[in-house]
């Protein structure tokens, strides 16, 4: 009889063992990292153009100087993409290739930046710049999301733009699709708030697995870099997404064409709209 009590305890506490483990595990995977008031104050409550104030009829190229001028003009915080060229140089441009914005059929790591250069965005004067010339017309007049793209030199792509951050003066955070680009934050430069990218699977399309899209639509790799805010694609966010956001993540919506996104959010990254630059605060 007692031994018959005994195993049934021991089962028992087995399963409540299992049963605990099996309640963490999303907590564990899908928490972010700790941020401070101080930190969130600067993108709290902001709303953030879109690779700069482009318009929709092109005639301000998205991610154009000109689109970051203005940008900083009207005083909106400012969402911007960063990649490397050929020969290491960190521009902003969003796309992989060069077709859509160019014109050209071409991916931007094989072309040098004398070359990316000479190329128009969208059949305009404005050519693609170098990073540290949109921070420079930029100015710091508001705060900057700066997206890492992904791509086959992640790690010297992380290096240059931190190195290229370490000596501008406005606030700035970083996101990234890849994890792994949040995670090198992480670990080398915790002074920046970093952000994980995210949009449900099917968005992913061929760019991933299909497991690997459903763990990154679910930010279920939080525990590799532990961001600080996640930026989701307007829509309707999976449980552990909303978990990772009640567990202190920022909430930031992309890519919203009005204000109604503002609602529920902590920061909203727009285009070819003017909403209010700031519309809450701490």
């Known amino acids: 009889m007692k031994q018959s009590l005994s195993q049934k305890l021991k089962k028992a506490a087995f399963c409540g063992v299992c049963g605990a483990v099996a309640?963490?595990?999303?907590?564990?995977?899908?928490?972010?990292?700790?941020?401070?008031k101080r930190q969130k104050a600067?993108?709290?409550?902001?709303?953030?153009?879109?690779?700069?104030?482009?318009?929709?009829?092109?005639?301000v190229p998205e991610n154009s100087l000109e689109a970051f001028r203005l940008a900083g003009r009207a005083g909106y915080g400012a969402e911007l993409d960063v990649q490397l060229t050929k020969?290491?140089?960190?521009?902003?441009?969003?796309?992989?290739?060069?077709?859509?914005?160019?014109?050209?059929?071409?991916?931007?790591?094989?072309?040098?930046?004398?070359?990316?250069?000479?190329?128009?965005?969208?059949g305009t004067e404005q050519r693609i710049p170098l990073f540290t010339e949109v921070l420079e017309v930029y100015a710091g007049r508001g705060p900057l999301i700066v997206e890492l793209k992904n791509g086959k030199r992640n790690r010297e792509l992380c290096e240059k733009t931190y190195a290229i951050l370490s000596d501008y003066p406005g606030e700035v955070c970083i996101e990234s699709f890849n994890p792994m680009?949040?995670?090198?934050?992480?670990?080398h430069a915790k002074d920046l708030v970093r952000g994980q990218l995210a949009t449900i699977s099917r968005d992913y399309g061929g760019a991933v697995d299909r497991r690997t899209a459903f763990l990154l639509s679910h930010c279920l790799l939080n525990f590799l870099s532990r961001p600080q805010f996640i930026a989701y694609r307007i829509g309707r966010r999976p449980l552990t997404v909303r978990l990772s956001e009640a567990l202190g993540a920022m909430r930031?919506?992309?890519?919203?064409?009005?204000?109604?996104?503002?609602?529920?959010?902590?920061?909203v990254i727009f285009e070819f709209c003017r909403p209010q630059r700031v519309f809450k605060k701490q």
Do not use: M
């Open 252 to 267: 930031i919506g992309w890519t919203a064409h009005n204000d109604r996104a503002e609602r529920g959010r902590d920061g």
């Open 87 to 122: 020969d290491g140089q960190v521009v902003v441009f969003h796309d992989d290739t060069l077709d859509r914005v160019c014109g050209v059929h071409a991916r931007v790591d094989e072309k040098s930046y004398d070359e990316l250069k000479l190329l128009s965005l969208c």
């Open 23 to 36: 309640a963490g595990l999303p907590v564990f995977l899908a928490a972010p990292g700790a941020v401070t």
């Open 42 to 59: 600067p993108f709290y409550g902001r709303n953030f153009a879109h690779r700069g104030l482009h318009s929709e009829d092109k005639s």
């Open 181 to 187: 680009i949040v995670r090198w934050f992480r670990f």
